[in-house]
C-alpha cells in the first residue's frame, strides 16, 4: 500500500470514526480533534487548536496525564486515562482516552463513559443553572486569550437577542458607542493588570433595541499570567429605568422644594436701598438661621440701607422665636442697615415686652409696610414719587 494510500485512509477513519480522536504534540498542545471529540465536548475545531489538553480535565483527575506528559519522550508510552473533561458549557464528561506517543506525537482515542443510574447529575445542574440564569436575567460569559475565543451561557445569547450557538467576537461592537470606549478600557486592564470591573452600560441588541446590562469580568491568572476573563452579564433595564424614573421625580420634588424654600424667604425689592421680608408662619430654628443668611446676602449683594421685617402674617410667637427675630435684626444692624419692624399684633407687642422689656433695643416699629416705606424714604431722601427731594434753600 502506498504512502498516498495509507494517508487517505487514515483521514478518513479519523474524520468518520465514533470513537473520540485527538493528536497532540508531546508538550500536550492540540494538534487535531475529529468531530466526534470535539461535539462530546462541545467545543469549536479552531477553538481547540493548540490549546493545551490538560486544560480540559478535571484539575482532581489530571495528575497521570501531567505524569505521562513530563515522562521521557525518548521512547513510545501508553496511558488509559479515566478522567472528567470540562464540557464548553462547563459541566463535565467522563471519559476513558488512550493516549499513545509515537514518532514525536501524541495519539488519543476515547469513548463517553455513560452515566450510571437514573439521574443524570450533570444534566440536572445544568438545568437548574439554566433556570437560575433565566429566572435572574444572568447570563455568563468566558474569553480564552489564547485563542481569542468566547463561550455564552444560553442567557447570555437571550440578552443579546441571539440564536444561541451564535459565534460572538471578542469585540465591544453589541455596547452603544458611548460606552464602548469604558467597556474597552475596562476590559483591557483586567486583560493586561488582571484588574477586574463591574460597570453597568447600554447594549444594542441584534433586533436593535437598546437595553441596560450589568456585565462584570474577572481574570483567571495561569502562572502569573492573565489566560482567561470571565464574567457575568445581567439585563437590568427594567430595574434601570425604574431607577433613572425615580432619580427624575427626585430632582422634581428637590426643585420644588427648593421654590418652596425661597417663597417661605420672599426677600423683596422695595428700593434701590430698601429691602422688605414678609414673615409668615411658624419660625423655627433652622428657618430663621435661613432666613437670617438670606437676607444679610441680600443687604449687601443691593447695599441696603433700610431693611423691613413685616410680622403682618405671623399669628403668635413664643420667647424662642421672639430672640429668632430679635437676632435677625441685631445682625442687620451690624452690617450697617437700619431694621423697621411692622404689623406687630397686640399679642406680639405683649410677647415682646415680656421679653426684652422694651421691644426691638434700636428698631424703629411702625404699624404697617406703607408708613415703613415712607420712613425709608425720607431717610434716604426721596419723595414718594420717588425723586430724590432737594435741601431747602437750594
Known sequence: MSSDDHDLQYEFFFRTSRDLLCVLRTDGRLIRTNEAFRTTLGYTESSLAGEDFVRLVHTEDVAPLHAFLRSSAGGDAELKLNARFVHRDLSHRTLVVSLCRLGGKVYGSGVEVEAQGPVDEWKRRRDLLQKMQSTGRVGAWDVDLATSTQYWTEETYRIHELPVGFDPNVDVSFYTPEHQPLIGAAFEACVREGKPYDLQLQ????????????????????????????????????????????????????????????????????????????????????????????????????????????????????????????????????????????????????????????????????????????????????????????????
Open 203 to 394: 447594549i444594542i441588541t441584534a433586533k436593535g433595541r437598546r437595553i441596560w446590562v450589568r456585565t462584570s469580568g474577572t481574570a483567571i491568572m495561569e502562572n502569573g499570567k492573565v489566560t482567561r476573563v470571565i464574567g457575568a452579564f445581567q439585563d437590568i433595564d427594567d430595574y434601570k429605568r425604574r431607577e433613572m424614573e425615580l432619580e427624575e421625580k427626585l430632582a422634581i420634588i428637590e426643585k420644588q422644594r427648593s421654590e418652596i424654600h425661597a417663597l417661605s424667604v420672599p426677600i423683596i425689592q422695595v428700593w434701590d436701598d430698601v429691602l422688605a421680608l414678609p414673615v409668615m408662619g411658624e419660625l423655627d430654628q433652622a428657618r430663621a438661621d435661613d432666613m437670617t443668611a438670606r437676607l444679610l446676602e441680600a443687604v449687601v449683594a443691593h447695599a441696603a440701607r433700610f431693611v423691613i421685617l413685616d410680622l403682618t402674617g405671623v399669628e403668635g410667637v413664643d420667647e424662642a422665636t421672639a430672640e429668632r427675630l430679635s437676632r435677625i435684626l441685631r445682625a442687620i444692624r451690624l452690617l450697617g442697615a437700619e431694621g423697621f419692624v411692622t404689623g406687630i399684633r397686640p399679642g406680639l407687642a405683649q410677647t415682646f415686652i415680656q421679653c426684652f422689656g422694651s421691644g426691638f433695643e434700636g428698631v424703629t416699629t411702625l404699624r404697617n409696610l406703607r408708613e415703613a416705606i415712607q420712613a425709608c424714604m425720607r431717610g434716604s431722601g426721596r419723595r414718594p414719587d420717588g425723586r430724590v427731594a432737594r435741601a431747602k434753600g437750594a
